[in-house]
């Protein structure tokens, strides 16, 4: 299975990803900033890497053209957004139907957008966490395929829930990453994901947060 990533900044969803040992070749990263740090992670794993920086084009349509293009050069399978931070026109969205996904800091639907931990700290919310899904138009709204949830604790504040959310990210991508490649997850006519697992589910099983 062949993966193109793409970021924008710091790469440590990308380092997890790199470090996992999964059956799969990243043919690409691709980043729209030249100074994200993921960059670097990638050149360190041998991964070939772009910057398309989209202050060089018109508008959201000229580049997302551009980036398919850079995209197809590598004829991915799979295109995995890790911490690529803009918003995808619906053209763009749609030629990736059904194999592109993204993750996401916190358990969507709730706290879709920027700054989920700290609205998740004013919600009041005692559980949190981060979700792997297939991107659609509607950012932050595509079908779940995968999430992992967190307590949060008296006394968090936003970097500190962010640090326990970032921890089960590293753990989760790599994960769904997997299945992709063992062909155990698809997008169902019906919008809905399948994932083939042959886990036995324990009913019982639940975070509770907080724990008295
Ligand atoms: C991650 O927390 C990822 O979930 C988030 O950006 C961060 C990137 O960090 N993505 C989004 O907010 C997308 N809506 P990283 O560059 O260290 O992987």
Known sequence: MRVVVLISGRGSNLRALLQA???????????????????????????????????????????????????????????????????????????YHGRMINIHPALLPAFPGL?????????????????????????????????????????????ALAARVLRQEHRLFPTVLRWFAQERVSLRDDGRVAVRLDEDIDEDAALVAPLG
């Open 21 to 95: 040992d999964l059956p799969v070749t990243f043919a690409a990263v691709i980043s729209n900033r030249a100074d994200a740090g993921g960059l670097a992670i990638a050149a360190a794993h041998g991964v070939p890497t772009q910057v398309l920086a989209h202050q060089a084009y018109a508008d959201r349509a000229a580049y997302d053209g551009a980036l398919a293009q850079a995209i197809d050069a590598h004829a991915p399978d799979l295109v995995v957004l890790a911490g690529f931070m803009r918003v995808l026109t619906a053209d763009f969205v749609r030629r």
């Open 115 to 159: 700054n989920t931990h700290a609205r998740a700290l004013a919600a009041g919310v005692r559980v949190h966490g981060c979700t792997v899904h297939f991107v659609t138009a509607e950012v932050d709204a595509g079908p779940i395929i995968a999430q992992a949830a967190v307590p949060v604790r008296a006394g968090d504040d936003a970097e």
